[in-house]
């Protein structure tokens, strides 16, 4: 997929069109996404003041109650010989903000080592449903916080690095 830019491009859109159909539902009995990350960030060994920060930008996000997969990257993604895409591992779907969402598959691309591809995503995402980048931009600190509290130490360092962007307002 990485010579091919066309083809990976396309493999893109389809991603995000699959993402914005999940997103499109709603399930009031999953867990809010919310207190999932409240929960996360708690439990972080990040200092108080920075896991206030935090929680407090979690606080001020605007509630949503669409379905969020948790953990939506092209690897949980089959395509079936017809062409039929079925969306695998739903074990972190929550109800809240889709752009949260959109920023962990960006992250989840950038994990994998596919910058490009996170950047492309994130463009064809905001574009597709007319959602600001910079909205999206928002949940990143807040997102790789609540993630850093598992993985390896690598995946871990490169989430934090992101909660450094937090911009006090």
Not at 33 to 45: H, T, V
Not at 120 to 149: G, H, N
Not at 151 to 161: H, I, K, P
Request: one cysteine or more; charged letters at 30%.
């Amino acid at each position: 997929m990485e010579e091919n830019t066309e083809k990976k491009n396309e493999y893109i859109e389809l991603l995000v069109k699959l993402q914005l159909e999940v997103h499109a539902k709603r399930a009031p009995g999953l867990t809010k996404l919310k207190d999932k990350m409240n929960r996360k960030i708690s439990a972080s060994d990040l200092d108080a003041t920075t896991r206030y920060d935090l929680h407090t930008r979690l606080e001020g996000m605007p509630k949503h109650t669409k379905v969020c997969h948790g953990d939506f990257n092209p690897s949980n993604i089959i395509i079936t010989e017809d062409g039929t895409p079925y969306i695998l591992d739903w074990a972190h779907a929550t109800q809240g903000n889709a752009s949260a969402d959109v920023a962990r598959t960006y992250l989840l691309f950038c994990l994998a080592g596919d910058t490009d591809g996170a950047k492309v995503y994130l463009d064809t995402f905001c574009r597709m449903s007319d959602t600001a980048k910079q909205y999206v931009e928002k949940w990143m600190p807040i997102v790789a916080a609540s993630q850093s509290v598992k993985g390896n130490a690598e995946e871990r360092e490169f989430l934090l690095s992101w909660v450094d962007v937090v911009d006090y307002e």
